[in-house]
């Protein structure tokens, strides 16, 4: 725990050399936060009421009813965002992907979307799929490519870089991350994903590294550069 707090005090230091403050609202009753709070370095102030109205709070009975009825929210237009809580992964996702009063579009992949912030990296990365699909064929891919870009235009980059993960930037056969990868550049190259910039198959180290794509004589607008990552498995 105590190396997983040495960890995330790296981004508030980051966030606080950004904004002159940082601030975080917890439930007073909520210790273990406070302490948390406390720990990455911010200052505990004075209990204080809320504003009324500054939220609505809809009671539910149990944790199905509360994924249910906070899917209802976002489908309605009332809620923006579906946080998880403490409602167990398999009700979070049934509310979810419910044929008739869910939240995926008929039709629709669904898939996982990260973004990370790492100290070393100049900018936030944006990953998918690290999550839901373990591996996926070139259709879901296909969407997961979308489904990147989507999430880094939607945090304000007008050409995202997206680079597809594999283990080598030779196009070989028996690789079906390199041809995939291939395959998608390709779509990119035919402006298949609008004003994005999509290219593969590259390692790791090419993606977030322009010293290794200089070594490896990778020349792509998103080698060293990449916006997002989409992974193979």
Same mark, same amino acid.
């Given at each position: ?5 040495l960890?995330? /005090? /790296?981004?508030v230091?980051?966030?606080?050399t950004?904004?002159?403050?940082l /601030?975080?609202?917890?439930?007073a009753?909520?210790?273990?936060a ?5 720990w ?5 102030g ?14 539910a ?12 929210l ?7 965002i ?8 398999d009700?979070y996702m049934?509310?979810i992907?419910?044929?008739q009063?869910g939240?995926l579009?008929?039709?629709?992949i ?15 990365i944006?990953c998918?799929?690290v999550a ?5 064929t ?9 489904y990147v870009?989507?999430?880094a235009?939607a945090?304000g ?7 597809l ?11 079906p ?6 395959a ?7 402006g298949e994903?609008a ?9 790791l180290d090419?993606?977030?590294? /322009?010293e290794s794509?200089?070594?490896k004589?990778?020349?792509?607008e998103v080698a060293?550069?990449?916006d997002?990552l989409?992974?193979p498995s």
């Amino acid at each position: 725990i105590r190396q997983q707090a040495l960890i995330e /005090r /790296r981004p508030v230091a980051h966030w606080l050399t950004v904004f002159p403050v940082l /601030r975080n609202v917890v439930d007073a009753r909520y210790a273990a936060a406070i302490r948390w709070l406390g720990w990455l370095g911010f200052t505990i102030g004075e209990p204080f009421p809320l504003a009324k109205g500054t939220f609505r709070i809809v009671h539910a009975p149990d944790d199905v009813s509360a994924a249910v009825c906070a899917v209802a929210l976002v489908n309605a237009g009332e809620g923006q965002i579906l946080m998880k809580g403490q409602v167990t992964s398999d009700r979070y996702m049934k509310a979810i992907l419910d044929k008739q009063k869910g939240l995926l579009d008929p039709g629709a992949i669904l898939s996982h979307v990260s973004v990370i912030e790492n100290p070393r990296y100049p900018k936030l990365i944006v990953c998918g799929d690290v999550a839901v699909i373990p591996a996926p064929t070139l259709a879901q891919k296909v969407a997961i490519t979308k489904y990147v870009i989507a999430t880094a235009r939607a945090l304000g980059l007008e050409r995202p870089k997206v680079a597809l993960i594999a283990a080598t930037e030779q196009v070989l056969p028996s690789m079906p991350a390199c041809t995939d990868a291939a395959a998608i550049a390709e779509m990119g190259r035919r402006g298949e994903f609008a004003d994005a910039i999509v290219d593969g198959p590259f390692g790791l180290d090419v993606a977030m590294d /322009r010293e290794s794509a200089q070594t490896k004589s990778v020349t792509s607008e998103v080698a060293g550069d990449a916006d997002g990552l989409v992974f193979p498995s």
